[in-house]
């Protein structure tokens, strides 16, 4: 694994976690092929999730009367790190964490937090996005999935699409239209907390190119929803999802994509007899180093104004877009590397490269694609 930058900008305290996390994660994932590792993002280990939240790493952000750490997002950052960086699965836990948590803490009714923000510091409830819809990707504020007051609740029918982990998730929170028509935009959007085992509620599983499925479509046919399952204020949902979208581009997640292959192509290149390295070889480690040092930093730059209590939405942006970039070429350079080497290549290698080539596309898609994200960034800047 690649030892901490001597520049890095992290406070002491938050340091000072690194080792604990580095040492539960050794043990962890001692027999973790560098294939399975790969899929980090993708793994989903409700033991692995239990036992990270076990430690208290799990909604640490969070207020310890809801049942989190209380920590900063500095400590946020060190444990997402060294969990990307050494490829754990954590996709079970990933979205509760990151988004579901903190936007019901910030959000949400007393009520909600008080149910639902236990269950997510103890890995006990799992959550997954309910943004896109068939004909509403990258343009999210078309969105048709409609829900109209019924008692004291509400009733919730439409489609979405895409949404990761449906399928073994407790809770989706969704955006969702509660007045108006698809041609108000931003107006009329509401975000709900949808139990995925409700009556009405159908999952079905689509496979991507890798041959895993982790995405799915979820439909809801007449899904009756209590008056507790709004969050927020009705008709706030798009600057909510806004919020929400900070807290998933920001951090570190979009560096750490193609970590597991550089480590493992390392190490191939360590073990080689004599350790003879070519200079072009030599020349590129040193670019992706230089790469991973200003991302990096960058990164922790973005947690700062996190830290700060801001919402830093061009910042992360600007991240998300440069740093999925460098996950892509990351993937690509290594590749290219690859085939030029006329040497002995092993399986886990070759095996861990075709799976991060393979899935490498969606790194740029997931979480709003490239174009959007500079759209946003140009706006932010007063360009358009
Ligand atoms: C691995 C993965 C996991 C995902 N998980 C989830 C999830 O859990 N929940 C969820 O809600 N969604 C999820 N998504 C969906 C993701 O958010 C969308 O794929 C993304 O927002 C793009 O929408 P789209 O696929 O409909 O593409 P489109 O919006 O149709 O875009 C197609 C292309 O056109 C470009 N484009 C579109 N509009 C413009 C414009 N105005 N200007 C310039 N270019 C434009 C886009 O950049 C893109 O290249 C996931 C996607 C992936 C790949």
């Known amino acids: 694994m690649l030892e901490p930058l001597a520049f890095e900008r992290l406070p002491a305290h938050a340091q000072d976690l690194r080792l604990q996390v580095r040492s539960f994660l050794d043990q962890q994932l001692a027999d973790l092929p560098a294939p399975r590792r790969a899929r980090s993002w993708m793994g989903f280990d409700e033991h692995f999730s239990r036992a990270l939240a076990g430690r208290g790493w799990v909604g640490l952000t969070l207020p310890t009367r809801w049942g989190g750490a209380g920590l900063d997002p500095y400590c946020r950052f060190v444990v997402v790190e060294e969990l990307l960086a050494s490829g754990a699965p954590v996709s079970a836990h990933w979205i509760a964490d990151r988004q579901s948590g903190p936007l019901i803490a910030r959000f949400g009714t007393d009520v909600q937090k008080q149910f639902y923000l236990p269950r997510i510091c103890r890995a006990q409830a799992f959550f997954c996005i309910g943004m ?121 997640e979009r560096i750490y994509s193609s970590m597991v292959l550089l480590d493992t192509w390392l190490a191939h290149i360590r073990a080689r007899p004599g350790g003879s390295t070519r200079e072009h070889t030599v020349v590129l480690i040193g670019r992706i ?50 085939s030029a080497d006329d040497g002995f290549i092993d399986n886990e290698l070759i095996e861990t490269l075709a799976y991060t080539q393979q899935i490498a596309p969606s790194f740029s898609l997931r979480g709003g694609t490239r174009e959007i994200l500079r759209g946003m960034i140009a706006r932010g800047l007063g360009l358009r």
């Open 132 to 252: 896109s819809e068939p004909q509403s990707g990258s343009d999210l504020a078309s969105i048709r999935a409609r829900a109209t007051p019924s008692g004291d609740g509400w009733r919730l029918s439409g489609q979405k699409i895409w949404t990761t982990n449906a399928h073994r998730s407790h809770y989706m929170i969704a955006l969702v239209r509660t007045s108006g028509t698809a041609e108000d935009r931003h107006k009329g959007l509401s975000q709900f907390v949808i139990d995925l085992k409700a009556p009405g509620v159908t999952v079905r599983s689509i496979r991507d190119l890798a041959g895993d499925a982790h995405f799915n479509e979820v439909f809801f046919d007449q899904v009756e929803l209590d008056a507790h399952a709004l969050i927020g204020a009705e008709g706030a949902g798009w600057t909510q999802v806004n919020a929400e979208l900070a807290f998933e581009r920001s951090g570190p």
């Open 289 to 338: 180093l230089a790469q991973l040092a200003v991302l990096r930093a960058m990164s922790i730059g973005t947690t700062a104004r996190l830290a700060a209590g801001e919402s830093p939405l061009v910042e992360s942006a600007l991240m998300k877009d440069l740093g999925t970039q460098f996950e892509q070429d990351l993937a690509q350079w290594i590749a290219d590397a690859i």
